[in-house]
């Protein structure tokens, strides 16, 4: 799923990081794990996990989704 934004479509930080959030636990601390651990596996440097793990804490339940999609493939 890419975002759409500014009149395109913007592919996220990291594409070939996939995460399947449909389905899920819609929790949100369950949401920020999930892709927490999806860079983590995919050796994302520390630094940019913290980076996103800053974004996605920082606003209300719509600001994490797209956060997520912004890093992150999300199916």
Not at 9 to 29: C, H, I, Q, T, W
Not at 36 to 51: G, T, W
């Amino acid at each position: 799923m890419y975002l759409y934004s500014n009149g395109g479509f913007v592919m996220p930080k990291y594409p070939e990081v996939s995460v399947k959030l449909s389905g899920r636990d819609g929790n949100a601390f369950s949401i920020i794990g999930i892709v927490s651990k999806a860079l983590r596996e995919s050796n994302v440097p520390e630094d940019e996990r913290n980076l996103f793990m800053e974004e996605a804490m920082a606003g209300n339940y719509d600001d994490l989704l797209r956060v997520c999609m912004k890093w992150v493939d999300v199916t």
